[in-house]
């Protein structure tokens, strides 16, 4: 069965960090790159990083540029998502998915499979 289970999301404070972690099962990372995508409360949903299949290339959305860091250990079949400097603008649900390709191009094509996990950055 394919699934995703996010985790690592929580209250912080404004500056603060977290770190997210996807765990997929029931099929094979290795071929797929994995998208973090976030939905605010009223707000469409939107990609917030990419990481390729190898983990050799990554891609962010402005927005969290220099703030954030995907990577992934294959391995582990994990893919994880450092979040730095955190924004009250940053609260969301997030959601890691699976890419329609083994590379990055945009958001488009991917398939969710998990709960996501909430981030609420708050004083």
């Known amino acids: 069965q394919v699934q995703f289970v996010e985790s690592g999301g929580g209250l912080v404070q404004p500056g603060g960090s977290l770190r997210l972690s996807c765990a997929a099962s029931g099929f094979t990372l290795d071929y797929y790159a994995i998208g973090w995508f976030r939905q605010a409360p009223g707000k469409e949903r939107e990609g917030v990083s990419c990481i390729n299949n190898s983990g050799g290339s990554t891609y962010y959305a402005d927005s969290v540029k220099g703030r954030f860091t995907i990577s992934r250990d294959n391995g582990k079949k994990t893919v994880y998502l450092q979040m730095n400097s955190l924004k009250p603008e940053d609260t969301a649900v997030y959601y890691c998915?699976?890419?329609?390709?083994?590379?990055?191009?945009?958001?488009?094509?991917?398939?969710?499979w998990g709960q996501g996990t909430q981030v609420t950055v708050s004083s």
């Open positions: 998915a699976k890419g329609p390709t083994s590379y990055c191009s945009d958001y488009a094509g991917y398939v969710f």
